[in-house]
């Protein structure tokens, strides 16, 4: 018993009888969990869990971009020819500052800056939705030249570079799907923060959105090189 | 023994009344209700298909079905038994209910994860089912491309994205588990005094979360495919459909065992109680779980030793795959030497405990034979087959699940059911079991390959055997059904501990209270702390 009081004790913020049921202590605090401690660790353990499922996720996809890669290397060079690479790295570089943005936002939270949780999960979303944008213009230019795989892909490129483009518009695609996920998730904080919910003894939500959102871009931080660089810098240039 | 009234007052079961609240429950019991209720209509569906099988295999000529909709009933079977009964039995309904009891918590570390995960799990199964409404699949369960990608006609697509959305609601489970044992444990509940029930479902736990995402991506590759013309496993721009095979097996084999792990981890427990004994080398039986978890996602290519896999390659997918017989043969030995000496009594969990052990090693030592390159090469696309893995999925999973409702019943419902029905249903189903699926394995021996409605006659005699067979085992799994419902309304008040067991579930009342317990439990003891027997009163 002395150690579950003691738990209770450690991570309890507001006054309250030490023994009986935990949730007079802070009104976040979940009736299941012995102290916010234990909670904030249970949700960051959650959500690091679920990355790795993520990673897993994801993997099934670079297991079939090595396979083809070693198969069809020609396909591979002719494909990264036909990404604009400017367009990548400025993605590149508005989502690693995203990261910083978000890094901050949390760090914001944990000292209970309310205006600094809000300017940087603005920030946040904003670089989100410029990547998306971005996006947007380089998937618009592989429609209005041929280079969606299926009936319409340009005849006159080897057909093996039809499989470079599905996985290119799948791990794209699939990685934008998490951006939008990742932008919903932020607005939902923004209210949060905005009514003022977060502070020092309870951030837990923009913890664990933070974890999820670095995630996301990490991911795009291989998929750059594996689909932009690595062919275009062994084809010579175009 | 008969305190019961007083234990009622609070009951899980009681408070709040209504649909509402059942539909938007938090609580990992009612939760655990909830899925009881619907991989139990997923299972009699699924039993169906076999039915509309069976039926067809009593005589030689395709007479009963055409071969197209034959195709579509194999294929719903393995589908519905598999993604929708099978992998969420005993996890989402034992483990579910159990589990945080077990280490002494008050809810799993997420509860509206864990409702999340129920809705996920009826969205995906009414997407499968509008597949199925909509025409039904001829794939197979295995959807092999390219076939499934580029030349069925059938509802593929919606099929798919009904399993992506199902595979979701087993990582959410298995995600709310992992995090439930490193966070959540009782002071005193250290990872060596666990019951051997959540060491098998964290090692369940961690197949679901590394697993389950890797089929759900290949799915999905196969949906985009049919539905953008993307060309993933297409042949026509250069793609490989055997890729295909080895991203499905990557998780399917792994999915094998979280059908049977759970089942391990209840076989465990029964084993212990029946017997009124500790488990023998419980470390060894908690360690087992986990290497049989990490072997078992090493061995997917013995799937494909037909399939142009290099010959180096299912050399040692093979020697491995005879590695996973290590743990599970340390199990079956473990138990019997549980049972060794123990006080054994005779009760409804005692048969299906004894069941299991019985029909999980014939299905054990089975898989050795296929293993073997050179023997399963003959094998391959058998009867032979189809009887191993019914012997660990029926013989093994659905046993220990039968047994663990009808061991916990007590504990969920309050209610104690007809010990009498109770070893009739567990005798009938033993025996109806091995006369279905004994006969497929000298089927499958003699040649008779898989997925034909149509055979020579001199598989005739085998194949009535065994749809009689299917009979018997129909009527095992529907006496349950009446006696236990029965027992809700009429069955006597069970009492906290009705089977002298050890653990922290059976320290609270039947049914438990809404959060569990009513002091914070603190551990003391290792699992399974039983007397000698000679000092134990029973009953």
């Known amino acids: 018993m002395a150690n579950a009081h003691e738990s209770t004790m450690h991570g309890g913020h507001a006054a309250g009888p030490a023994a009986g049921h935990a949730s007079e202590h802070n009104p976040n605090l979940q009736h299941h969990f012995y102290s916010m401690e234990q909670q904030l660790e249970a949700s960051t353990l959650g959500m690091w869990v679920f990355l790795v499922t993520e990673v897993m996720f994801f993997g099934g996809m670079f297991a079939a971009y090595l396979v083809y890669r070693t198969m069809y290397p020609e396909a591979w060079v002719a494909g990264s020819h036909h990404l604009q690479v400017t367009l990548g790295a400025l993605n590149t570089g508005v989502l690693i500052c995203s990261s910083l943005t978000m890094a901050l936002a949390v760090r914001a939270a944990q000292t209970g800056s309310r205006r600094g949780q809000i300017v940087n999960l603005v920030l946040t979303i904003l670089l989100g939705s410029t990547f998306l944008v971005v996006k947007f213009f380089e998937y618009k230019a592989k429609f209005d030249h041929h280079l969606v795989p299926g009936p319409h892909f340009d005849p006159t490129l080897p057909r093996q570079e039809q499989l470079f483009f599905s996985l290119y518009f799948m791990l794209t695609g699939v990685h934008a799907a998490h951006m939008v996920v990742g932008i919903g998730l932020m607005l939902v904080i923004l209210a949060m923060a905005w009514r003022g919910k977060f502070d020092a003894s309870y951030y837990t939500p923009v913890e664990i959105s933070g974890l999820y959102w670095h995630f996301v871009d990490i991911v795009w931080i291989f998929l750059f090189p594996l689909l932009y660089l690595l062919g275009f810098h062994s084809g010579g240039g175009a | ?539």
């Open chain 2, 1 to 539: 023994m008969h305190n019961v009234v007083e234990q009622e007052r609070h009951s899980y079961l009681d408070a709040p009344y209504g649909v509402a609240a059942w539909l938007l429950t938090k609580d990992h019991k009612r939760i655990a209700i909830l899925y009881l209720i619907s991989v139990t209509i997923f299972f009699a569906v699924g039993g169906m298909f076999a039915a509309g099988i069976r039926l067809e295999l009593l005589t030689p000529k395709g007479d009963l079905w055409s071969s197209d909709m034959y195709n579509k009933l194999f294929t719903l079977h393995g589908v519905v038994m598999i993604f929708f009964f099978l992998i969420p039995s005993i996890p989402a309904t034992l483990g579910n209910f159990l589990m945080p009891i077990m280490i002494g918590a008050k809810d799993l570390a997420f509860p509206r994860i864990n409702l999340l995960s129920w809705y996920i799990y009826v969205l995906g199964a009414l997407i499968t089912l509008a597949a199925v409404f909509n025409g039904g699949i001829d794939t197979g369960w295995t959807f092999y491309t390219p076939f499934s990608s580029i030349a069925s006609t059938s509802n593929v697509t919606t099929a798919a994205v009904g399993v992506f959305v199902t595979g979701f609601s087993s990582i959410l489970t298995g995600l709310n588990f992992i995090v439930t044992v490193h966070r959540m444990r009782a002071p005193g509940m250290t990872w060596f005094r666990m019951p051997l029930f959540v060491w098998a479902h964290y090692a369940t736990s961690l197949v679901m979360i590394l697993g389950t995402p890797v089929i759900a991506i290949t799915v999905l590759l196969v949906a985009a495919e049919r539905f953008l013309h993307l060309g993933i496993f297409d042949p026509r721009v250069g793609g490989d459909p055997v890729l295909f095979q080895h991203l499905f097996w990557f998780y399917s084999h792994p999915a094998v065992y979280i059908m049977i792990l759970p089942g391990m981890g209840v076989i465990s427990e029964l084993v212990s109680a029946v017997s009124r004994k500790q488990v023998f080398g419980y470390g060894f039986v908690a360690f087992s779980s986990l290497a049989i978890a990490v072997l078992g996602f090493l061995v997917w290519g013995h799937h494909l030793f037909v399939s142009s896999q290099s010959i180096y390659a299912g050399l040692v997918f093979s020697i491995i795959t005879m590695l996973v017989a290590v743990p599970s043969a340390v199990k079956t030995f473990n138990w019997a030497a549980t049972m060794y000496k123990g006080s054994v009594t005779w009760e409804s969990p005692t048969f299906y405990v004894v069941g299991f052990m019985g029909l999980f090693a014939i299905g054990g030592l089975t898989g050795l034979f296929l293993a073997t390159m050179g023997l399963d090469i003959h094998l391959t696309d058998t009867y032979f087959v189809i009887a191993h893995f019914h012997y660990i999925m029926v013989g093994g999973a659905i046993m220990a699940f039968m047994g663990g409702l009808h061991f916990w019943w007590p504990k969920m419902t309050g209610r104690m059911y007809s010990e009498a029905g109770g070893k009739a249903s567990a005798i009938l189903i033993f025996v109806g079991f091995n006369l279905t699926f004994f006969p497929q394995f000298v089927l499958g021996y003699m040649g008779m390959p898989r997925r034909y409605h149509a055979y020579p006659d001199e598989f005739q005699v085998l194949n009535v055997l065994s749809t009689s067979g299917a009979a018997v085992l129909g009527l095992g799994y529907l006496l349950p059904a009446i006696y236990l419902t029965y027992s809700l309304f009429r069955g006597a008040k069970a009492p906290a501990n009705p089977w002298g067991a050890k653990g922290l579930e059976w320290t609270i009342p039947s049914p438990p209270p809404t959060f569990n317990f009513d002091e914070d439990p603190v551990v003391t003891e290792p699992a399974y702390d039983y007397k000698p027997a000679r000092e134990v009163k029973v009953g």
